[in-house]
């Protein structure tokens, strides 16, 4: 294999991976945690400590979370206050639409709960780690940094993320949005990172937006005890 040819596919592998491996966890960690006789919910620790090994792995190759920013209006505070604003809207929009059509029929939901039905706290812990820190770092690779810019140019590295196409934008949001059980804020919340990251060119702003969506989420569900939601 040439170089020309291993430096994008590389490059690809290091943003699929690490989602690949979460993925892969939904399926089996039941069947896993069957076979050691472990607690299904402590195989997301197990979940998240790969996804990080894989991303600790790559990491050298995720130049665009090391590139200076670009001279966009979203440049320096302003940008910092888009992705916060975002987070949070997103999040209120994420349990207001948590009903059907704009929902699929929701599950039990991971539940850190001992026998008397009093909290874990390092289940809690875990799990909200997972959720705001690793999870955010992972999809935005994934989805925004990979996927947008692919649907646009294979050789995605040579596509800056401030010229995505909107159809791509647009397409890579739905697919984002199917993949989680709230689908309709799910779109929104793909089409808001997005296109944060198109109007700033910065992966970080996405993942901060990201991360705070989901760690209100964390702290809400664990208030609320609308586990579904997880």
């Not at 050691?36 to 090994?53: E, K, L, N, P, S």
Request: proline share 7%; aromatic share 14%; hydrophobic share 55%.
């Amino acid at each position: 294999m040439s170089s020309t040819t291993a430096a994008p596919r590389r490059a690809a592998l290091a943003r699929i991976l690490p989602f690949a491996l979460y993925i892969a966890f939904l399926v089996i960690a039941a069947p896993l945690a069957e076979r050691t006789g472990m607690d299904v919910r402590w195989m997301y620790a197990v979940q998240i400590a790969c996804v990080i090994a894989a991303l600790m792995y790559f990491w050298p190759d995720y130049a665009e979370l090391r590139e200076p920013p670009p001279d966009t209006p979203l440049r320096g505070a302003a940008g910092w206050g888009a992705a916060l604003s975002l987070g949070v809207a997103v999040w209120a929009l994420w349990i207001w639409l948590d009903f059907s059509p704009f929902a699929f029929a929701p599950g039990p939901g991971y539940q850190p709960l001992d026998e008397a039905g009093a909290l874990i706290p390092l289940m809690v812990v875990v799990r909200i780690f997972g959720a705001a820190v690793v999870v955010p770092v992972m999809e935005e690779l994934f989805w925004r940094s990979f996927v947008q810019r692919w649907l646009d140019r294979p050789d995605f590295l040579s596509q800056p993320a401030c010229t995505v196409t909107l159809r791509s934008l647009l397409f890579a949001s739905l697919a984002f949005g199917f993949e989680h059980g709230q689908w309709a804020a799910g779109i929104v919340a793909g089409l808001a990172y997005g296109g944060l990251y198109l109007k700033s060119g910065r992966l970080w702003l996405a993942i901060v937006s990201h991360g705070l969506t989901n760690l209100l989420l964390g702290l809400w569900v664990v208030h609320t005890a609308q586990w579904h939601f997880w």
